[in-house]
């Protein structure tokens, strides 16, 4: 009987890589609460610190800090946060797509483009485009600390504080719920202006020691701690996705193992229907 | 209303306290600060130690903040802290213990890198001591 070997042996390969993927499926649930907590621990920090910058930009003072004005766009700089690994479903896609299509559009602008990357598949990824990387850090783990960031992001301050750049986005994905998440380009620099309706027209901050130095060390930390929120949310996104992309590949492997259940099943009665045959058929020319 | 203003306190580890409070007083770089409901606005940093706040109902909160960042709106108190912990939470044996190595390290003085570090660890752990002492005289 042709081909029943075939098909068993091909039965024992999709288990054992369905048992590959289930297991990698619980193994990203339980890292997807670990970092789904860290992610939702280190939000109000990164709110409050926004809206705080964003006052900044609609205040009136006599020192205006580059990080807070806005200039002709001559080049941006992008700071893209991707994963370290593989096999979470169209998430780094999406970011990257989020990405070029926001390079194409400064592009067409005659704007040129500065890289900062995050995470090996956004080097892999950009590294073929040719488009300048400026810096970049991988292997950060499921645990990425501020430290990580902090050369990297004084990298892109430099370009900044120099002129290399005029406009500094952020591009990650963020954490909706499980099922989804969301590529999202933000603004850091110059940062964007907060307006809200607890604020007086025209008014400005009494600065504690001398606002140049007070700024120039919140101005940094703010920084720093979006690009470290866009981290701990990418490693919430990597995760969920994980846990989706390899959920569907365990389903997918038990379909596939049902199909061919059948398939050899019928091949099997008909290798057997077939040696009756021959039996009967031999015993009638007897 | 009128007469309570805001508070947020975060840390990078997360929210610690949020609510409305009739008085806010909080360790400033220049001095320590008291903030009535309705102050101009303010920005400045922050030094290692306690946060006391208010409450309208005559309750009073203390946290330990290791330094940080401070806004002030007239309706509004943001503590940024870099590290934030309620004074309940604070151990004292564990502070006191901490605060030995730190003035061990600065003995000892290893390269000029760690001599800093122990240094600022060691303005931490006695803020920390300070506002323990005082916990402890009001209970």
């Given at each position: 009987m042709a081909g029943a070997?075939?098909i ?250 049902d199909e061919l259940q059948l398939i050899y099943n019928k091949a099997r009665q008909a290798a057997i229907t077939k ?12 | ?139």
């Amino acid at each position: 009987m042709a081909g029943a070997k075939e098909i068993r042996t091909k039965i024992a390969s999709i288990k054992s890589t369905q048992k590959i993927t289930k297991a990698m499926e619980m193994v990203a649930a339980s890292k997807m609460r670990k970092a789904q907590d860290r992610m939702r621990a280190a939000r109000p920090y990164a709110e409050k610190i926004r809206n705080v910058i964003g006052h900044l930009r609609v205040a009136n003072p006599d020192y205006r800090h580059p990080y807070l004005q806005e200039r002709p766009v001559k080049a941006v700089g992008l700071i893209v946060i991707s994963t370290d690994r593989g096999l979470c479903g169209a998430l780094n896609v999406n970011v990257f797509k989020q990405a070029l299509g926001a390079i194409k559009d400064y592009q067409a602008q005659g704007v040129g483009v500065e890289l900062c990357l995050v995470g090996s598949k956004a080097v892999q990824f950009f590294r073929r485009l040719r488009l300048p990387i400026s810096a970049t850090v991988t292997h950060l783990g499921d645990r990425p600390h501020v430290t990580s960031f902090i050369g990297t992001v004084k990298v892109m301050l430099d370009a900044y504080a120099e002129g290399k750049i005029d406009r500094l986005l952020l591009v990650n994905a963020e954490f909706v719920n499980t099922m989804s998440q969301k590529p999202v380009a933000r603004q850091l620099l110059p940062a964007e202006p907060v307006r809200s309706s607890e604020l007086q027209d025209m008014w400005d901050y009494i600065y504690e020691p001398s606002a140049a130095d007070l700024l120039e060390g919140l101005l940094t930390r703010y920084i720093e701690s979006q690009v470290y929120q866009g981290a701990v949310e990418n490693v919430a996104c990597e995760m969920a996705a994980r846990m989706v992309a390899m959920k569907s590949a365990t389903d997918n492997a038990g379909k596939l193992i049902d199909e061919l259940q059948l398939i050899y099943n019928k091949a099997r009665q008909a290798a057997i229907t077939k040696e009756i045959s021959e039996i009967v058929g031999g015993a009638a020319a007897v | 209303m009128a007469n309570t203003i805001n508070v947020d306190i975060v840390s990078a580890e997360g929210e610690i306290y949020s609510g409305r409070a009739s008085m806010v007083f909080v360790p400033a770089a220049q001095g320590d600060i008291g903030i009535a409901p309705r102050h101009a606005p303010l920005l400045t940093t922050l030094k290692a130690g306690e946060v006391r706040v208010q409450t309208p109902d005559g309750e009073e909160h203390g946290f330990y903040v290791g330094g940080g960042a401070l806004e002030i709106q007239p309706q509004r108190v943001t503590v940024l802290a870099d590290t934030a912990l309620r004074a309940a939470d604070l151990d004292e044996a564990a502070v006191l213990a901490a605060k030995q190595r730190a003035e061990e390290a600065l003995r000892e003085r290893g390269s000029e890198v760690s001599l800093a570090e122990a240094q600022a660890e060691l303005v931490r752990l006695a803020a920390q001591v300070k506002m323990l002492q005082r916990l402890r005289k009001t209970k």
